[in-house]
């Protein structure tokens, strides 16, 4: 039985980012009876507690309270707590599979420790975190540090994008990876359509353009409205996002003056998946902006569910879209939604095709957990 040790999400059942669908759907979609994952869990009652979810031993790590380095001490504990968990039972060559590079500053003691019992230590680096507009100068300082010592201390990188994986080793120099996608659930094609989300926003079918995704500066926001605001379009732009109490929204508003303009509509947060998947298969196109990353959730489940996708120019997204999309960049947008209106339908309908057949045959989650499962058994 190979013991496979997962640290730094956030614990199960996933609740809330990318890490923890990951974990959630590594779990759901497990394939072989010769792995046993141990998820870390973080909790407000004591460390230790172990608890069962489908095939998943969860045990909880007590949330400390020091601000941003919550995210360092829950990662040490949760190392520190396995280590005495698997020495207790004997576990014999565990894998520890080490999400995002919060914990690399200190990486070095703890991999002794892990190699000393025989086992392994693989990192998944989360993209360029230490790039995210949300940190203060020396908290992107610390990371940077921190990805630098994952990559090189690490005995394999696990990157979700080709661009990751070509970033680290153009970067740190040789450094010991392997790619492996984060995945999606095909979006049903035969849905049928409750419109009272669309009435309540009084939002037409096929009439309008979409972004959904976390309200931060590298999203790109201010492009997007900017270059729409310019468009000639009669077609909305609905804007799925947590943008409310945000001080980046007055911001936006005030350097756009977004208002003025009644196509667009900022509608809050959407959490019920049915109601997500109609509001991405019902939009004219998805506009996505992310330019920090890897394979981004978000594209993936356009690809998988809008017609037609306009994505931002960087390596991360093309590795992802391929010829599925049209590509945009920061001054050409409004240009690309005046190409976007004058496709024809035929050509729309053929990108859409494309995007599924890279869905399916790239990023589905049986897929995904296959490469996951032939690695920790080592016969990839």
Do not use: C
Request: hydrophobic fraction near 40%; proline fraction near 2%.
């Amino acid at each position: 039985m190979q013991h496979v040790f997962i640290i730094g999400s956030r614990g199960l059942p996933a609740q809330y980012g990318g890490f923890e669908t990951f974990v959630d759907e590594l779990v759901s979609h497990q394939q072989s009876d010769q792995i046993k994952y141990h998820v870390a869990n973080l909790s407000k009652g004591a460390s230790g507690k172990h608890s069962d979810y489908k095939t998943a031993d969860v045990f909880d790590i007590k949330a400390r309270h020091f601000g941003p380095a919550n995210v360092i001490f829950y990662d040490r504990d949760a190392i520190n707590y396995a280590l005495s968990y698997i020495k207790e039972n004997k576990i014999m060559n565990p894998i520890f599979y080490v999400l995002g590079n919060t914990l690399g500053a200190f990486i070095g003691h703890y991999a002794k420790k892990i190699h000393k019992i025989g086992g392994k230590l693989l990192v998944n680096p989360d993209g360029l975190e230490w790039k995210r507009s949300k940190w203060v100068k020396p908290i992107q300082m610390y990371l940077k540090f921190s990805e630098q010592k994952m990559a090189k201390i690490a005995d394999l990188i696990i990157s979700d994008n080709q661009g990751i994986e070509d970033y680290l080793k153009a970067e740190y120099g040789d450094v010991t990876s392997t790619v492996i996608a984060y995945g999606t659930n095909p979006a049903a094609r035969d849905m049928v359509i409750d419109m009272t989300w669309f009435d309540a926003q009084e939002v037409k079918l096929k009439d309008y353009y979409l972004v959904v995704g976390r309200f931060v500066p590298e999203n790109n926001y201010e492009a997007i409205i900017q270059n729409f605001m310019a468009s000639d379009t009669t077609r909305d732009l609905v804007i799925i996002t947590n943008h409310q109490g945000n001080p980046y929204f007055d911001k936006l508003r005030e350097i756009t003056g977004f208002e003025q303009d009644k196509r667009v509509k900022f509608v809050g947060t959407v959490y019920d998946k049915e109601t997500l998947t109609a509001i991405r298969q019902q939009a004219f196109a998805y506009i996505h902006g992310h330019a920090v990353g890897g394979t981004n959730p978000g594209l993936l489940e356009a690809m998988g569910a809008t017609d037609l996708n306009l994505v931002y120019d960087v390596s991360f997204n093309r590795n992802v879209a391929l010829d599925s999309a049209l590509f945009w960049q920061l001054d050409n947008l409004t240009a690309l939604i005046a190409q976007a209106e004058k496709l024809e339908t035929l050509e729309i309908t053929r990108l859409a095709e494309q995007a599924r057949a890279i869905i399916a045959e790239k990023y589905t989650w049986e897929r995904i957990v296959a490469q996951y499962e032939r690695l920790f058994l080592n016969e990839s």
